[in-house]
């Protein structure tokens, strides 16, 4: 019985010298690729690259719809404009509710606005389409400017560069779908997704930034 204990007792030594070094090798390796983001930050990075990524399919499904005029055109729309709501939803927890409810309701302007720059630019009506657009660029301004007005780690010109270009790839699609260019259609996409990722990431170093405490 004795010498059945000391040779457990063995094997579980040997068992702790062999296999504790592989453990502390993984538990660095780990540390190392997490270092970067806390788990709170890296959730709410995760959180709002999604919804972001969200909007551009959600737009996506619209513009196809639209132009083919598919009977899914109205159910396509109300998605996207949840997806509005979810989007100043998620900043709420850090601003209120009020900032939450103005932030969708300007990126519903911004969808509203989106579906009728491609009627217009489907119809030919030039005067609508450079109306619309105008309008379209100044609700970009628009979020810009609130945004910024509420983190001072956003800057106002760097949110509407991001928008700006958010806007040129999505007529880009749209322009792409009109010609039937679909190469072009599934490349400005691509890039639109990319860069949406981008701008979500933005939001979230903003976030971070003025709620350090709240990340750590």
Same mark, same amino acid.
């Given at each position: 019985?004795?010498?059945?204990?000391?040779?457990?007792?063995?094997l579980?030594?040997?068992?702790? &010298?062999?296999? !504790?070094? &592989?453990?502390?090798?993984?538990?660095? @390796?780990? /540390?190392?690729?997490? /270092?970067?983001y806390?788990? @709170?930050?890296?959730k709410?990075?995760?959180?709002?690259?999604?919804l972001?990524?969200?909007h551009?399919?959600? !737009?996506?499904?619209?513009?196809v719809? @639209?132009? $083919?005029?598919?009977?899914?055109? %109205?159910?396509v729309?109300?998605?996207?404009?949840k997806? /509005?709501?979810?989007?100043?939803?998620?900043?709420?927890?850090?601003?209120?509710n009020?900032a939450?409810?103005?932030l969708?309701k300007?990126?519903?302007e911004?969808?509203?606005l989106a579906g009728?720059?491609?009627? $217009?630019?489907?119809?030919?009506?030039?005067?609508?389409?450079?109306?619309?657009?105008k309008?379209?660029?100044?609700n $970009?301004?628009?979020?810009?400017? &609130?945004? @910024?007005s509420?983190?001072?780690?956003?800057?106002?010109?760097?949110?509407?560069n991001?928008l700006?270009?958010?806007? /040129?790839?999505v007529?880009?699609?749209a322009?792409?779908?009109?010609k039937?260019?679909?190469t072009?259609?599934?490349?400005?996409f691509?890039k639109g997704?990319?860069?949406?990722?981008v701008?979500a990431? $933005?939001? !979230? %170093?903003?976030?971070?930034?003025q709620f350090p405490?709240? &990340?750590?």
């Amino acid at each position: 019985m004795k010498k059945q204990l000391l040779r457990f007792i063995l094997l579980l030594v040997t068992a702790m &010298f062999v296999f !504790t070094p &592989f453990h502390a090798d993984a538990e660095v @390796s780990t /540390q190392t690729q997490d /270092q970067r983001y806390s788990q @709170s930050e890296a959730k709410l990075r995760f959180d709002l690259r999604k919804l972001w990524i969200d909007h551009t399919i959600w !737009t996506r499904g619209y513009i196809v719809s @639209s132009l $083919a005029g598919l009977e899914d055109q %109205d159910r396509v729309l109300v998605r996207l404009l949840k997806n /509005q709501e979810d989007i100043g939803n998620a900043i709420k927890p850090y601003y209120g509710n009020d900032a939450g409810n103005k932030l969708a309701k300007l990126l519903k302007e911004h969808i509203i606005l989106a579906g009728k720059v491609v009627e $217009a630019a489907k119809s030919g009506n030039k005067a609508s389409l450079d109306k619309y657009n105008k309008e379209w660029y100044k609700n $970009a301004d628009d979020i810009a400017q &609130f945004l @910024s007005s509420a983190n001072p780690n956003w800057s106002k010109q760097k949110l509407k560069n991001l928008l700006y270009v958010h806007l /040129q790839l999505v007529t880009d699609q749209a322009v792409a779908r009109i010609k039937k260019d679909w190469t072009a259609d599934i490349l400005a996409f691509d890039k639109g997704e990319d860069h949406i990722i981008v701008l979500a990431d $933005a939001i !979230t %170093d903003g976030i971070v930034k003025q709620f350090p405490n709240k &990340f750590r």
